[in-house]
């Protein structure tokens, strides 16, 4: 219709027609549509017919109303442009034209009428909506919201305060890449009637109020804003912006109907108010009629009596439609019972087949299972031993700490034990002389070539050393906050450290160019001059003799030596307290002589004094009579022995008894002799199950899992044995009386040894006093130091 109309009207008048000539629906989703009469309606989802017979007249009865309404546009079209050039925004207007009379009357008003019309029409305008678009930065998100363009930007705030669930302070509204005053209005921004604009909102405190939309960006996916053209009057229509609420639950579908001509589809509105609970009266109320069924039997007689009809004089009753019924066999109520009885059992023969399928089935998974758990074990004690192995190959082969050449010395000492027997069994004589002699040699020539390696490693190991000393005395002190963060923070001392630090890592550079050393050697001098010493003089007269020699073009492999007393001195100077005090935490002999009275001792192997954390801690509380150095080298001349497996055994005990009690106290009391005696005293380096003698491969786990573990409640077992001994509830029931006295016995002999320690002591059991008095007069079990045999106690002791 809108093509006929081209050639006489506007596009504008067009789609004012086109308007008119529609009805707006008023539903939330804002969607425009013809509304069809009662006729036009076909059956949609409900099944409703529609007639047919008025389609062809309501089409022309609308194309006779599209032609009118054109004919009166026409004629109106030059009253209207004078209204039109007065409108507000640039948005298109879609109110219907007027009619002439009252154009005319509008033209005739006198001029002062006009002004006094003016404060009202700007009012008016004040309470137009208009839509706003505000982009929260810096997530992007877009919230729309209908806002009159007579309100302050800082109402606008307050209302979006309370949306995003900020305080209103922090919110900052930018037009154009500017800041908006709070006391401007939308209008006086130029924002037009039923127009729309777009801003961007900050927060000033992002860290404490960031800006989050409440809904979700994928719940957004229909406008906050519609604008609805109603008719309030005969050819008078407003525009009106709506609002729309999301509803937080989805509306049940209940139907609808489709448009015949257009196809539009029309859905039946959902109730928008939640239907009324029934009021809880707070008492469990349990009804008898509502659980009991009442039956009534009532007879009841028809209105007319009812009579048959049979053959008889004068009276003929045709037979055609008779049927000749034949009984069948007679079912006694036995043989009923009987076919009952067997249906019965068949059932039930069927459904314990099927639950015996499913118990079958339910085995089968639990055997399957457990096979996959076990052969998982075992792959993974598999890749364990292969780890322990390679790991002790790599330490074979690339010795680094002293635990690694503690593992040579023993596979050396192992090595001569087993020549030697051989030599004693095979020769005898003078051959058996010689044969001791050669070994000794190759032992010899085997023991420097362990201390060649050690020294070099140690040479290595000496600027790592340095490095990591440098490093901790510049570190800065950390802390942990109350609400978990770590906390830094720097002091003069640590800065000076710092500044040692990155000087000593330049001094130590000899892969430098010459004037770049000499920038450092200077840098040097300058920083040793701040303190006047025998040691800065000696720095400062090396640092000199360096600069001379390089004046004269001396080699850098002649300078090495003079650069390395330098790096020595330069250190000494860094570990001095008076120069540098962060160091004087990290120094093994304390400042304060007042310190070192109760804590120096005296070595009688070496006969030098030293501080306790120079001797070997042990669960007797009692420092041994040789320092550490000594215990070390006299392991390496005599002993050899390694202690590396008892200390896995260690920590893995340490581990599980932690992660079963928290305040575990004895296996933290021990050293890896204790360990040693342990197991190769008391349990003789063997399973108490199998018999197995890896070392690497034993354990210590609880003999009673209901008590803490101790030298006295303990038992050493593989790791294949540990999971199963581990779910033994009770032990007096599980294993055979001489298995549980084997174990007891075991129990008191580590009992006795550690009882003659005060600090185990305390964490002895109460025994009866025949058990207390042997413990009393019995003697500890010692271990030698050269050969691995054990002092057997006097008889007193058993």
């Known amino acids: 219709m809108s093509e006929q109309r081209e050639d006489n009207v506007t596009e504008q008048e067009v789609k004012e027609g086109e308007e008119e000539k529609t009805e707006t629906n008023l539903q939330p989703g804002g969607v425009t549509e013809e509304q069809p009469t009662e006729d036009d309606r076909e059956p949609g989802r409900d099944g409703e017919e529609v007639q047919t017979d008025r389609k062809t007249s309501d089409v022309l009865e609308a194309a006779e109303e599209d032609e009118t309404q054109a004919d009166l546009q026409d004629d109106t079209e030059q009253l209207r442009e004078p209204q039109q050039t007065g409108n507000v925004g640039n948005s298109v207007s879609t109110d219907v034209p007027q009619p002439a009379q009252e154009a005319e009357s509008q033209a005739d008003l006198p001029d002062d009428a006009e002004q006094l019309r003016e404060p009202q029409r700007k009012e008016d305008v004040g309470n137009s909506t208009a839509t706003v678009k505000v982009v929260l930065v810096p997530e992007g998100h877009v919230m729309t919201v209908a806002f009159a363009i007579g309100l302050s930007i800082q109402e606008l705030k307050l209302h979006l305060a309370v949306e995003l669930r900020v305080p209103a302070e922090v919110l900052q509204i930018c037009l154009d890449g500017r800041v908006v005053e709070e006391q401007q209005s939308l209008m006086e921004l130029g924002v037009q009637p039923h127009g729309s604009t777009r801003m961007e909102m900050s927060s000033t405190d992002p860290t404490v109020h960031p800006l989050r939309p409440v809904r979700p960006p994928e719940h957004d996916n229909m406008p906050d804003v519609i604008t609805v053209r109603v008719q309030t009057d005969e050819d008078v229509f407003q525009e009106v912006v709506v609002e729309i609420e999301r509803p937080p639950q989805q509306r049940a579908f209940l139907g609808g109907y489709r448009h015949r001509l257009t196809g539009a589809e029309y859905h039946h509105a959902a109730v928008q108010t939640l239907p009324k609970r029934r009021p809880d009266r707070g008492v469990v109320v349990f009804s008898r009629d509502t659980q009991t069924v009442e039956l009534k039997s009532q007879a009841q007689q028809c209105p007319v009596n009812v009579s048959t009809q049979m053959t008889g004089i004068s009276c003929y009753v045709s037979c055609m439609n008779d049927k000749l019924v034949t009984p069948g066999n007679y079912i006694t109520a036995d043989e009923y019972h009987d076919r009952r009885l067997r249906a019965t059992i068949r059932l039930q023969s069927f459904a314990r087949r099927w639950l015996a399928q499913q118990e079958v089935a339910r085995l ?378 084997r174990i007891e016995h075991k129990h008191m002999l580590a009992r006795r040894h550690f009882s003659q320690i005060a600090v185990m002591a305390e964490y002895l059991d109460p025994q009866p006093p025949a058990a207390l008095g042997n413990q009393l007069v019995s003697k500890p079990i010692t271990m030698a130091t050269s050969k691995h045999t054990i002092d057997t106690p006097p008889a007193s002791a058993h």
């Open 364 to 741: 089968r998974r639990d055997r399957d299972r457990r096979l996959a758990w076990l052969e998982l074990q075992e792959k993974k004690r598999k890749e364990e031993k292969e780890e322990q192995l390679r790991d002790r190959r790599h330490r074979w082969m690339n010795p680094q700490r002293r635990e690694d050449f503690n593992l040579l010395y023993h596979a050396l000492e192992k090595w001569r034990c087993e020549e030697e027997q051989q030599i004693s069994s095979s020769l005898r004589g003078a051959e058996r002389k010689a044969a001791l002699c050669a070994l000794l040699e190759q032992e010899m020539q085997l023991i420097a070539a362990i201390g060649c390696h050690r020294i070099a490693v140690q040479n290595n190991n000496y600027d790592k050393t340095v490095r990591n000393f440098l490093d901790k005395s510049a570190a800065p002190h950390r802390w942990r906050a109350a609400d978990g963060r770590l906390i830094e923070k720097d002091s003069e001392h640590t800065i000076r450290a710092r500044q040692l630090r990155d000087l000593y890592n330049d001094v130590s550079l000899f892969t430098v160019s010459r004037e770049q050393r000499r920038h450092v050697l200077m840098t040097l001098k300058d920083t040793v001059k701040e303190h006047e010493c025998q040691l800065t003089r000696d720095i400062v007269d090396l640092i000199d003799r360096e600069v001379d020699l390089m004046s004269r073009g001396v080699k850098e492999a002649s300078l090495e030596g003079l650069r390395k007393r330098i790096c020595t001195l330069f250190l000494q100077y860094i570990k001095t307290p008076a120069f540098n005090p962060e160091v004087a935490k990290l120094l093994k002999v304390p400042q304060n002589p007042s310190q070192l009275k109760n804590d120096m001792f005296l070595c009688w192997s070496c006969h030098r004094y030293l501080n306790s954390a120079n001797f070997k801690p042990s669960a007797s509380t009692r420092l041994s009579g040789r320092c550490q150095d000594c215990t070390r080298l006299d392991n390496i001349a005599r002993s050899r022995d390694d202690f590396s497996c008892y200390k896995s055994i260690l920590k893995r005990l340490r581990a599980d008894e932690q992660r079963l009690n928290e305040d575990a106290k004895i296996p933290f009391l021990l050293q890896e002799e204790d360990v040693q005696y342990l197991v190769e005293v008391v349990w003789a380096s063997r399973s108490a199950l199998h018999a197995s003698s890896d070392l690497y491969n034993l354990v210590f786990v609880r003999w009673e899992r209901q008590r803490d573990w101790s030298p006295w409640n303990c038992i050493l077992l593989s790791k294949e044995e540990t999971s199963a001994h581990l779910e033994v509830e009770d032990v007096h029931k599980a294993y055979e009386a001489t298995f549980i006295r």
